[in-house]
């Protein structure tokens, strides 16, 4: 195939969009990796990943196949949840930072009761527990369908605690609840409501499968006011949530179940302020693209997701990214004139990510159609805007809640250099710039921990490279570092 044949080619690929949420076409380029059973019948309650690694795309088809798996998956998104509300409900009958709790208990609480409702079975007609439930759902929750938002936003606060207006007052709503005589005091709801939805699960079928969805907590990240108080209502989440999915455990339900999706670095700033947090290791998946080993470069994930892309568009299984993307056409090379394989150059810009990939591979499409070649011109044209954009762009959004003055820290970043450098040499360009408010060390640990700076050692052959991204473990201070390529390239676009 011949330079021309392939541009063609590659002007007509649809590489999707870089987020799955809205992707009308996801199901047909979505790269499973038995997705399914790890999230709905293993113990899986926290899928936790980098922004941009495919967690929203996960959620929705896990969604997408429920009819089909015989489940009722209760998805919702918390891009638009009002957190500014929900921040001030604070119980203060939980010391921080687990003050939270009563209210994302009463949320899933009324989410399950509503599912269940809305969703009966034949078999739950001589259920006792499924007629109080109902009862309850149809006369307080009624007709509403964002019912994560409608609970915080009838729930007030006052001097005798949480309270909940879904109540009436009404004679059909004390029946309705049976709970503490009719009160709406959010406590006495919860502790009644759980105790009916653990009896219904365990004397209806094990064929009604409900299972509860969390998406996009992260998505407003860098906007919230209170920082610190987004954190400790997070940590309240996670441990309503593993309370109820242990509660459910323990009890051998089987066929109930909350999934929280979280970013990673979100997850990690849990832990510094929570230690009970490192318990929730054991339900987690974590969703990891990297490339560690030198052999996985040849069928890596990230290369089949592209492939798959490519496929889905072309309709022709014998062309993939290699058979566009002619490494010996296109010809580009490093320093020492090693020609470079164009995959593994594009990966090694990025932060292993699929995101990553797919911006990347349309500024190149973008190239192409601008241009009308495909050469090692091209791809270094499409780099400086990938790099543009990850580092003020994805970069951006999150790192700013943590270190606030961004533009000081790349100034450093730029001091240092493309070349590698040592802690000792990070130390002394701190010194030269002013208003971070980390330290010397913790920056560096920080910006390791982000992928920003990496650990190399360029004296092994080959140069001994690592990332946050591709290995466990923190900083190495005993090696050299290297700001990251394609942070590099962005700071100084």
């Known amino acids: 195939m011949n330079r021309r044949q392939r541009i ?192 219904y699960f365990l004397t209806c079928s094990e064929d009604r499968k409900i299972i509860i969805q969390f998406d996009r907590l992260d998505d407003n990240y860098n906007q919230y006011q209170n920082l610190e108080q987004y954190y400790h209502a997070i940590i309240s989440l996670f441990k309503v949530a593993y309370h109820i999915n242990q509660e459910f455990r323990s009890k051998k339900i089987k066929n109930a179940k909350i999934v929280l999706y979280l970013r990673s670095d979100i997850l990690k700033e849990l832990g510094k302020r929570d230690a009970e947090s490192a318990r929730w290791d054991d339900f987690s998946i974590t969703i990891n693209w990297a490339i560690v080993n030198r052999d996985d470069w040849e069928n890596a994930k990230l290369l089949q997701m592209i492939n798959k892309r490519i496929t889905a568009t072309l309709k022709d299984d014998h062309i993939n990214f290699k058979t566009i993307f002619d490494t010996d056409d296109i010809n580009l090379r490093k320093r020492n004139g090693v020609q470079k394989d164009v995959f593994r150059y594009i990966v090694e810009r990025t932060m292993h990510r699929p995101r990553d990939v797919i911006q990347f591979c349309k500024y190149i499409q973008k190239e192409v159609r601008e241009t009308g070649d495909l050469y090692f011109r091209t791809i270094k044209n499409a780099e400086k805007e990938y790099c543009y954009w990850l580092v003020n762009s994805e970069l951006a959004n999150e790192i700013n809640p943590v270190l606030k003055n961004t533009e000081t820290v790349y100034d450093l970043l730029k001091l240092l250099g493309s070349r590698p450098f040592s802690l000792s040499d990070f130390n002394d360009r701190y010194r030269a710039v002013r208003g971070i408010e980390l330290s010397s060390e913790n920056l560096a640990y920080y910006l390791y921990d982000v992928g920003i700076i990496l650990n190399i050692d360029p004296f092994s052959k080959p140069v001994n490279i690592r990332s946050s991204f591709r290995n466990r473990g923190r900083l190495d201070r005993n090696m050299k570092m290297i700001v990251h390529p394609g942070v590099w390239v962005g700071i100084n676009a």
């Open 8 to 199: 063609e080619l590659l002007k007509k690929i649809d590489f999707g969009d870089i987020d799955g949420y809205g992707d009308p076409n996801l199901d047909q380029y979505f790269l499973d990796n038995d997705y399914w059973n790890r999230i709905t019948d293993e113990k899986t309650f926290f899928v936790i990943g980098r922004k941009g690694t495919g967690k929203s795309s996960i959620y929705r088809m896990i969604n997408e196949l429920s009819l089909d798996k015989g489940y009722i998956i209760i998805n919702k998104d918390f891009g638009d949840f009002p957190f500014e509300k929900l921040l001030q409900l604070d119980d203060e009958d939980f010391a921080k930072p687990n003050q939270y709790q009563t209210i994302w208990e009463n949320l899933i609480l009324n989410i399950f009761a509503k599912s269940i409702a809305d969703y009966p079975v034949s078999y739950d007609d001589n259920n006792q527990y499924f007629e109080e439930l109902n009862n309850y759902a149809k006369t307080c929750l009624g007709n509403i369908v964002e019912m994560h938002k409608e609970v915080v936003t009838r729930t007030t606060k006052t001097a005798l605690g949480l309270h909940s207006n879904f109540l009436d007052g009404s004679h059909e709503a004390e029946k309705a609840l049976s709970i503490g005589s009719g009160e709406n005091n959010i406590s006495m709801i919860n502790a009644t409501l759980e105790s009916l939805i653990i009896n």
